[in-house]
């Protein structure tokens, strides 16, 4: 099935040329002269690449919907090759390499559920919550009195990720991390 012009909205997964992308943001643009078309900026599934592309409308698309499932599994354990997850429904393990993973290593501990997202039956990417909960295993101690300033400090968290966190954080405190900025939310109690 072919998309119309009017169907790429942020958020829907496309097929160009035998890859998948996401619609990041879509503007519609009716100029006085010539014919109406979408601008929309689209992210590759597969490598993370940005693109730009213009549609005109009226005129088809060639964007087509993908072939893709979502599974959700559960991360186990890395190895030399990569990462490997259990998938809960069929109990099967599902090996990806470093560069499938991408950034989401930065917030994968031992027993997290996530969903990982297949492309024509193949995993290609996986895809995080957007928090998750992560220990400090190392930061440096706060400076006392200096808590009404606002000021933050780097804290290393137990999967490697390097974030900035106020001054009142310990190591061997639990923190909510925003996985889409990477940023510190909350303590959790």
Request: hydrophobic content about 35%.
């Amino acid at each position: 099935m072919e998309y119309q012009t009017q169907d790429l909205k942020k958020g829907v997964k496309i097929e160009i040329e035998g890859k998948p992308y996401i619609i990041l943001k879509s503007d519609f643009t009716n100029p006085g002269k010539g014919s109406a078309f979408v601008t929309a900026r689209i992210k590759n599934l597969e490598t993370g690449q940005v693109i730009e592309r213009t549609f005109k409308s009226g005129v088809g698309t060639g964007v087509t919907v993908p072939d893709l499932e979502e599974k959700e599994v559960e991360y186990m354990y890395s190895d030399l090759e990569g990462f490997n997850f259990m998938d809960q429904a069929t109990f099967e393990t599902i090996h990806l390499t470093t560069d499938q993973v991408g950034d989401a290593v930065n917030f994968m501990q031992e027993g997290i559920k996530l969903k990982v997202l297949y492309f024509n039956s193949k995993p290609i990417t996986v895809d995080v919550p957007n928090f998750v909960e992560l220990k400090v295993v190392e930061t440096d101690p706060g400076l006392k009195g200096d808590t009404a300033t606002g000021g933050m400090k780097k804290a290393k968290m137990e999967t490697g990720l390097e974030i900035k966190v106020p001054l009142f954080i310990k190591e061997g405190e639990v923190l909510r991390i925003d996985t889409r900025t990477s940023e510190y939310m909350e303590r959790v109690k």
